[in-house]
């Protein structure tokens, strides 16, 4: 699991796709500015790498809660 995996260095879940990882890109999608919500940088991430071949899904809880981070 990948968590911020939708921007900046969460993006290495990308990396880790190349070398074989199956990935689950995390990213509740808070922008840049702390501010909002959004699923989508997590889901463009896990598109990315399903295209290049890679096995990734987007998840878009809140890990750092015992409730989000439940399976």
């Known amino acids: ?3 911020g995996g939708g921007r900046g260095l969460g993006r290495d879940a990308l990396f ?3 070398r074989g990882a199956r990935v689950v890109v995390n990213d509740v999608g808070t ?3 702390g501010c909002g919500a959004s699923p989508s940088p997590g889901h463009a ?3 990315e ?3 290049l071949g890679g096995s990734a899904v987007a998840d878009g809880h809140d ?3 015992t409730l ?3 399976p």
């Open 49 to 51: 790498i399903r295209l």
């Open 16 to 18: 880790l796709a190349a």
């Open 31 to 33: 922008g840049i500015d």
């Open 1 to 3: 699991m990948v968590t």
């Open 45 to 47: 991430v896990a598109e």
């Open 63 to 65: 890990v750092a809660t």
């Open 68 to 70: 989000g981070a439940r």
